[in-house]
């Protein structure tokens, strides 16, 4: 898994083309400033504070590329005859092991970006991309989990055929409240 992953989702008649691409330092200042949405900070699991925090949090998932088993990717939004193009959210596959049926899915969006389709169609492109890439290795199903109180998680779960599988209980701090299981299986 050396070489870079570009993952392109099409553009639709509503909505713009998307790029996914693993995270680079450049993004830094876009990952600042997207983070200070106060909606982002409680629903994400690490946040960056501060400019010193975003350079961290690039080279950590830049680690987890390096290390085969977390791949986040910075999602960009292709403006139309520009190339020009603007962070509008992540998605990553975690918990990757070869030999382990299921791996994780996350994601987040930009608040400027939000009700448009974007975590859907990032997350369409992450399922598509890791079963292709690693249900060789074991993989047979997917997991996305989000608080109950969520309800645009649970929406971008089941656009995305991710199926409800359980409530799971709060395990404070890094998960302070019940929290909905969905998972997706290879031949969803």
């Not at 590329?65 to 998605?91: C, H, K, T």
């Not at 389709?117 to 991309?129: F, H, Q």
């Not at 359980?166 to 299981?181: K, Q, W, Y």
């Amino acid at each position: 898994m050396n070489a870079p992953v570009v993952l392109q989702v099409a553009a639709t008649p509503a909505s713009p083309a998307l790029v996914l691409r693993p995270w680079r330092l450049e993004d830094v200042a876009a990952l600042v400033v997207v983070s200070r949405d106060p909606a982002l900070r409680q629903r994400a699991s690490s946040v960056v504070d501060n400019d010193a925090d975003g350079p961290r949090w690039v080279q950590a998932q830049q680690r987890g590329w390096a290390a085969g088993d977390r791949f986040g990717f910075a999602v960009l939004e292709a403006q139309p005859g520009s190339v020009r193009v603007q962070l509008v959210g992540n998605v990553v596959l975690k918990e990757v092991t070869s030999g382990k049926p299921a791996a994780e899915v996350g994601y987040w969006t930009a608040a400027h970006a939000r009700g448009r389709g974007v975590a859907p169609r990032a997350l369409e492109a992450l399922t598509s991309w890791a079963f292709d890439t690693f249900v060789a290795g074991g993989l047979e199903r997917l997991e996305l989990l989000h608080q109950v109180d969520n309800v645009a998680s649970c929406r971008v779960a089941q656009k995305s055929r991710y199926d409800f599988d359980s409530i799971l209980p709060a395990a404070p701090p890094s998960f302070p409240r019940d929290g909905h299981l969905h998972m997706r299986r290879t031949s969803a």
